[in-house]
């Protein structure tokens, strides 16, 4: 045991610990949430014999990674496992790259790509 006095440990005051500059993405961070599986839902659900798909991300989601090197965009790829049940993931590309394009198999493989990190 140590010996010496012990010192009160007390509860720090949350309103005088400064706030990182990252707390203003998390509000950005949670309506990017909210927005992305709404508009995700849409479209899976106009085009019913798609799993897989591709798109920009919005203004919000891109705040939630790293900024890309010039020329290239941030993506999202979506996988929609059950109705009402996706995986997202974000992945970096040519800023000339159409996601609007892709078919279901090379959407399929835009998701692989942003999991594994690998083009097969």
Same mark, same amino acid.
């Given at each position: 045991m140590a010996s010496g006095r012990r010192s009160e440990w007390r509860q720090p005051d949350m309103k005088s610990i400064p706030? /990182? !500059?990252s707390a203003g993405k998390s509000r950005i961070a949670k309506n990017a949430i909210e927005r992305g599986p709404e508009s995700d839902r849409r479209f899976l !659900?106009?085009?019913s014999d798609r799993c897989f798909y591709v798109r920009f991300a919005d203004v919000a989601e891109a705040a939630l990674v790293p900024p890309p090197p010039p020329g290239k965009a941030i993506f999202v790829a979506i996988h929609q496992i059950a109705p009402g049940v996706r995986a997202r993931k974000f992945f970096g590309a040519? !800023?000339?790259f =159409? /996601? =609007?394009r892709l078919t279901e198999a090379e959407a399929a493989a835009c998701f692989e790509f942003a999991?594994?990190?690998e083009v097969r």
């Open positions: 706030q /990182p !500059a !659900a106009r085009f040519n !800023a000339t =159409d /996601p =609007d999991v594994t990190g």
